[in-house]
């Protein structure tokens, strides 16, 4: 009497759920890895250029944009390009709340440690944002509204949020900005913008002296390996806020920069 035959060739239910959802995790990767590369090329794109930058083929890459469009965090333009769509702002806006939320104990910890403002900034598209803040105690203390948005060129976040960026890519977006001065010490050329940049490499830290608003020093680092590009900073009075004052503060902000980071990085968020 013949064997009977099994079903090793047949996939069980179970292996076929988890082939679908291993598929699904996939096409999630493959989607936000698309939008990230979009965002990066500027936020619009070809389709041969994402297929290009990513190594996928073009008919997943259609099918992929096809979703993200039908879901608006993607939009076809006239020329048949692709553009990060409206509904992306919503997310963005929302998770800068949360990143300031986040922020908050360690900037308060600035406060404790030098006396002054505190602050949070991101690089949103060509501008900072400022999405935290905690006041300093003194009677005379620097105030930033949060959701404030103002120039990188004038600014300390500015600078330690660009401090790395490729210099053509600097040089674009001031042109596409303009270098306003908003006090007669604010930089107003690119090529006195990339010196300052230089120095920010070097010494590790930025500084507003009096770029922003006469009368006040700011003094920002980056927040290394951010989700997104983001600095903190501390202002005060240029009276207190003085070069001695200066090299007791850096390394402060830096420790609470690189503190804030790992936690960013930590699975709780804590």
């Given at each position: 009497?013949?064997?009977?035959?099994?079903?090793?060739?047949?996939?069980?239910?179970?292996?076929?759920?988890?082939?679908?959802?291993?598929?699904?995790?996939q096409s999630l990767e493959r989607a936000f890895d698309l939008l990230e590369r979009m965002a990066d090329a500027g936020g619009e794109v070809g389709l041969s250029e994402l297929s290009g930058s990513s190594g996928l083929p073009l008919p997943t890459i259609h099918r992929l944009m096809r979703t993200l469009v039908a879901c608006g965090y993607v939009r076809q333009q006239p020329n048949r390009r692709y553009a990060l769509?409206?509904?992306?702002?919503?997310?963005?806006?929302?998770?800068?709340?949360?990143?300031?939320?986040?922020?908050?104990?360690?900037?308060?910890?600035?406060?404790?440690?030098?006396?002054?403002?505190?602050?949070?900034?991101?690089?949103?598209?060509?501008?900072?944002?400022?999405?935290?803040?905690?006041?300093?105690?003194?009677?005379?203390?620097?105030?930033?509204?949060?959701?404030?948005?103002?120039?990188?060129?004038?600014?300390?976040?500015?600078?330690?949020?660009?401090?790395?960026?490729?210099?053509?890519?600097?040089?674009?977006?001031?042109?596409?900005?303009?270098?306003?001065?908003?006090?007669?010490?604010?930089?107003?050329?690119?090529?006195?913008?990339?010196?300052?940049?230089?120095?920010?490499?070097?010494?590790?830290?930025?500084?507003?002296?009096?770029?922003?608003?006469?009368?006040?020093?700011?003094?920002?680092?980056?927040?290394?390996?951010?989700?997104?590009?983001?600095?903190?900073?501390?202002?005060?009075?240029?009276?207190?806020?003085?070069?001695?004052?200066?090299?007791?503060?850096?390394?402060?902000?830096?420790?609470?920069?690189?503190?804030?980071?790992?936690?960013?990085?930590?699975?709780?968020?804590?």
């Amino acid at each position: 009497m013949p064997a009977a035959k099994g079903n090793a060739d047949v996939p069980s239910a179970e292996s076929k759920t988890a082939a679908a959802t291993a598929g699904g995790v996939q096409s999630l990767e493959r989607a936000f890895d698309l939008l990230e590369r979009m965002a990066d090329a500027g936020g619009e794109v070809g389709l041969s250029e994402l297929s290009g930058s990513s190594g996928l083929p073009l008919p997943t890459i259609h099918r992929l944009m096809r979703t993200l469009v039908a879901c608006g965090y993607v939009r076809q333009q006239p020329n048949r390009r692709y553009a990060l769509g409206p509904r992306l702002i919503r997310l963005g806006e929302s998770s800068a709340r949360l990143l300031g939320t986040w922020a908050r104990p360690y900037l308060a910890r600035l406060v404790e440690e030098t006396g002054e403002t505190a602050n949070m900034a991101l690089l949103d598209g060509d501008e900072v944002v400022y999405v935290a803040q905690v006041p300093s105690r003194h009677s005379m203390r620097m105030f930033t509204e949060v959701g404030r948005r103002v120039l990188p060129h004038s600014t300390g976040v500015g600078k330690a949020l660009l401090a790395t960026t490729p210099p053509d890519e600097v040089r674009a977006l001031l042109a596409r900005t303009g270098m306003p001065a908003a006090t007669a010490k604010t930089i107003t050329t690119p090529d006195a913008f990339l010196e300052a940049l230089h120095l920010v490499r070097e010494t590790g830290y930025a500084v507003d002296d009096n770029e922003q608003e006469m009368g006040v020093r700011c003094l920002a680092v980056s927040v290394p390996d951010s989700p997104t590009a983001a600095a903190i900073s501390i202002s005060g009075p240029a009276g207190r806020v003085t070069d001695e004052a200066t090299q007791e503060i850096v390394p402060v902000l830096k420790e609470v920069a690189a503190d804030l980071s790992a936690a960013l990085a930590s699975t709780d968020g804590t």
